[in-house]
């Protein structure tokens, strides 16, 4: 009795999370289409509604790539509920922030105005690196989104690019780092409306809706389902974190490094293993 008495103090003072169980059918079917991949593969996937997981080398570092872009909106849009910046005021573009020609912001005239919200989108949507790094700097730069996340208890989801402190970070991952699973789990609090505020979370998960590019693992989810997404790719490393809004909502990350596939084609080991996995989800969650 005084141990059942001191279960249910301990229940009502610190709360009660169930542990999350292990989808069986799943993992054996995921195991399956991950086994022959030539390179090193981690995925995480989580049932919102059920609370059932599958994870396999989710808690393996692997380079961000261009889903360090996720980290950079929370850094900004916490600048923007701050009252720091304004969400639609104009900023003024300087050749000096050009990171590459193929970034729609590197090709605005020198002292050219654009909006804030629409350099978020650019970053986003098109994944623009020069808007992408525009805002990081605006954001307070590295030290300060990587303080942002430590709050939020992700311990290896870091932003390595001009981060004092962290160049050898850079140099193994390159602009940034993470695990599947804390990717995901970044997901699932934005979605929750645990970062920042619950309004700031609902804005950013509409803005991680319009992703560009979607010939991947979003191409295999219906188009009348939403889906908030990130997407990053460098040679030998293709990963991809969704959201999807379906019967059953759930989260999935894949993340890949020392690919042996490096092509820029979309038949590259890589994409097509997105893409799979992607499509024996949809069907795992919607039969």
């Keep these: 009795m ?9 229940l009502y003072f610190f709360g009660y999370c169930p542990a999350q169980k292990t989808d069986k059918k799943l993992y054996s ?6 086994k022959d991949f030539k390179g090193d593969v981690g995925v995480y996937v989580k049932n919102l509604k059920k609370n059932k997981i599958v994870a396999i080398n989710a808690d393996t570092i692997f380079p961000t790539a261009s889903i360090v872009k996720i980290p950079i909106l929370i ?3 916490d600048k923007i509920e701050n009252k720091t910046f304004d969400y639609h005021q104009k900023l003024v573009y300087r050749d000096s922030l050009a990171y590459s020609d193929f970034d729609v912001t590197a090709n605005l005239k020198d002292t050219a105005k654009i909006e804030m919200a629409k350099v978020i989108m650019l970053m986003l949507t098109t994944s ?10 605006l954001a307070g730069g590295g030290a300060r989104i990587n ?6 208890g992700l311990k290896a989801t870091r932003v390595n690019s001009r981060t004092a402190g962290r160049e050898n970070n850079r140099t193994q991952y390159g602009w940034g780092q993470t695990t599947p699973y804390e990717m995901a789990t970044l997901m699932e609090k934005i979605y929750k409306g645990e970062i920042l505020n619950d309004s ?5 998960i509409r803005l991680l809706g319009r992703n560009y590019w979607d ?5 295999k989810i219906p188009a009348d389902v939403f889906v908030a997404s990130k997407n990053g790719c460098v040679d030998a490393s293709r990963s991809e974190v969704l959201l999807v809004m379906a019967k059953q909502p759930y989260i999935f990350s894949i993340f890949t490094k020392n690919n042996k596939d490096q092509r820029w084609a979309h038949e590259n080991e890589a994409w097509m293993l997105a893409k799979n996995l992607s499509a024996l ?7």
Excluded: P, R
């Excluded at 010939?215 to 191409?219: K, M, R």
């Design 215 to 219: 010939e991947q693992a979003i191409s």
């Design 2 to 10: 005084k141990n059942l008495l001191l279960l249910l103090l301990s």
């Design 200 to 204: 700031a979370s609902k804005k950013m």
């Design 128 to 137: 623009d690196n020069t808007a992408s790094l525009w805002l990081q700097k």
């Design 281 to 287: 989800l949809w069907q795992h969650f919607n039969k």
């Design 29 to 34: 079917k995921i195991a399956l289409l991950l």
């Design 75 to 77: 850094g900004i849009i």
């Design 147 to 152: 303080e942002i996340l430590d709050s939020a």
